[in-house]
T-cell receptor, first 116, second 115 residues
Framework: AQKVTQAQTEISVVEKEDVTLDCVYE???????LFWYKQPPSGELVFLIR??????QNEISGRYSWNFQKSTSSFNFTITASQVVDSAVYFC?????????????FGKGTKLSVIP | DSGVTQTPKHLITATGQRVTLRCSPR?????VYWYQQSLDQGLQFLIQ???????AKGNILERFSAQQFPDLHSELNLSSLELGDSALYFC??????????????FGPGTRLTVT
């Protein structure tokens, strides 16, 4: 069965600090996809990134970067020079796919508070 | 704005009642997913429809049912409601059941409160 663990329940940082959100996953499939979503205080879930299991290249998008390490089953998310607008709950998710059923299994989320 | 719409935004009802939540996917998306978010269970997948047909089922109670209509909008029906059904219900959509899991775009959610 697939599982996603986000061990950090809550993190607080001061504005402009860098912060890394950890995500560890479990799956028996060799082909799978990993996702990160952001849930700001307004409540909606915002898609951030999708990564497949065959692509271990790190990805950078502005102040956001992701580090995928298959050897440790981790897909960590780093925010550089954090801003107050980054305050949100961040969810890591896994999808194994197969026969067109692509439901997401989410971690419990990490609540990030960026203090001005 | 993700392009996924959900109505109503809030719903307050009593135990034992039945409610219907509605979702319109993004234009062109054929797959619709329903998720439940609660404090104790987190975000849980309920059910997926693709072009009108059920494609996958998750932890959906027998009291809950869903369907996707020819115009691709979807409805989630919750019956014999219990206090524990109080949660935020999200609908998400993606392009379709292609070769691989796609990014899902979420609606704003319907907050259900059962009293």
């Amino acid at each position: 069965a697939q599982k996603v663990t986000q061990a950090q329940t809550e993190i607080s940082v001061v504005e402009k600090e860098d912060v890394t959100l950890d995500c560890v996953y479990e799956t028996r499939d060799t082909t799978y996809y990993l996702f990160w979503y952001k849930q700001p205080p307004s409540g909606e879930l915002v898609f951030l990134i999708r990564r497949n299991s065959f692509d271990e290249q790190n990805e950078i998008s502005g102040r956001y970067s992701w580090n995928f390490q298959k050897s440790t089953s981790s897909f960590n998310f780093t925010i550089t020079a954090s801003q107050v607008v980054d305050s949100a709950v961040y969810f890591c998710a896994l999808s194994e796919g197969g026969a067109g059923s692509y439901q997401l299994t989410f971690g419990k989320g990490t609540k990030l508070s960026v203090i001005p | 704005d993700s392009g996924v719409t959900q109505t109503p935004k809030h719903l307050i009802t009593a135990t034992g009642q039945r409610v219907t939540l509605r979702c319109s996917p993004r234009s062109g998306d054929l797959s619709v997913y329903w998720y439940q978010q609660s404090l104790d269970q987190g975000l849980q997948f309920l059910i997926q429809y693709y072009n009108g047909e059920e494609r996958a089922k998750g932890n959906i109670l027998e009291r809950f049912s869903a369907q996707q209509f020819p115009d691709l909008h979807s409805e989630l029906n919750l019956s014999s409601l219990e206090l524990g059904d109080s949660a935020l219900y999200f609908c998400a959509s993606s392009i379709g059941a292609g070769e691989a899991p796609e990014e899902q775009y979420f609606g704003p959610g319907t907050r259900l409160t059962v009293t």
